[in-house]
């Protein structure tokens, strides 16, 4: 069935370097969406991205979704310890009306 | 009011309790999602509900037992629960169904089956 995959698992940084999580589907998606959860916490929506080719920016995070729309990227600069967390893409179910979330990137960060 | 909001925080239950976790969302939203989500990996979607119908049932056992009493309330019914079921359970919702929709997720219930 169609998947989500997301890399990479693990990404531990020091704080002020950038970062990037990757998400690729085998299907062209509709929409792609980008979810946060810190440690202990709930799933938040960050965006969604609908556009060939789209970036979309929220401060120090740049969204891109891939010109063929099958992958998606989650870029931050400067990382600050309160980006630690993991990183859900999620993407519509081939014939069905619901999303599927990748495995995530859980990112750590040294102060 | 832009909030999920889920009790208990944390359940502890043996397999033969019966016990009930709720959600609750004043949002207007026409959809309702339950999620279960064990540690370090990604949430899995159990049940949809939709204008407060079933509309998704993602072949979970028969232990879990789904309610929506009216569009604001989600209720999730367990019994005889197994300890592999030990989790984190979210409650989402959206204006609508589809895999469109944004999801606002609840904090969740902390499960452990003893």
């Known amino acids: 069935g169609q998947q989500v995959m997301q890399i990479p698992q693990y990404q531990h940084v020091q704080e002020g370097e950038d970062f990037t999580t990757y998400c690729n589907s085998s299907?062209?998606?509709?929409?792609i969406q980008w979810y946060k959860q810190r440690p202990g916490g709930h799933p938040v929506f960050l965006i969604q991205?609908?556009?060939?080719?789209e970036v979309k920016k929220q401060k120090r995070l740049t969204f891109q979704f891939g010109e063929a729309k099958k992958n998606s990227s989650l870029h931050i600069t400067a990382t600050q310890t309160t980006d630690v967390g993991t990183y859900f893409c999620a993407g519509p179910k081939q014939g069905a009306q619901k999303l599927v979330f990748g495995q995530g990137t859980r990112l750590t960060i040294n102060p | 009011d832009t909030e999920v909001t889920q009790t208990p925080k944390h359940l502890v239950m043996g397999m033969t309790n019966k016990k009930s976790l709720k959600c609750e969302q004043h949002m207007g939203h026409r959809a309702m999602y339950w999620y279960k989500q064990k540690a370090k990996k990604p949430p899995e979607l159990m049940f949809v509900y939709s204008y407060e119908k079933l509309s998704i049932n993602e072949s979970v056992p028969s232990r879990f037992s789904p309610e929506c009493p009216n569009s604001s309330l989600l209720n999730l019914h367990l019994h005889a629960l197994q300890p592999e079921d030990s989790a984190l359970y979210l409650c989402?919702?959206?204006?609508?169904?589809?895999?469109?929709?944004?999801?606002?997720f609840g904090s969740g219930t902390q499960l452990s089956v003893l």
């Open positions: 299907t062209t998606l509709s929409n």
């Open positions: 989402a919702s959206s204006p609508n169904e589809g895999h469109n929709e944004k999801l606002f």
């Open positions: 991205l609908v556009k060939s080719g």
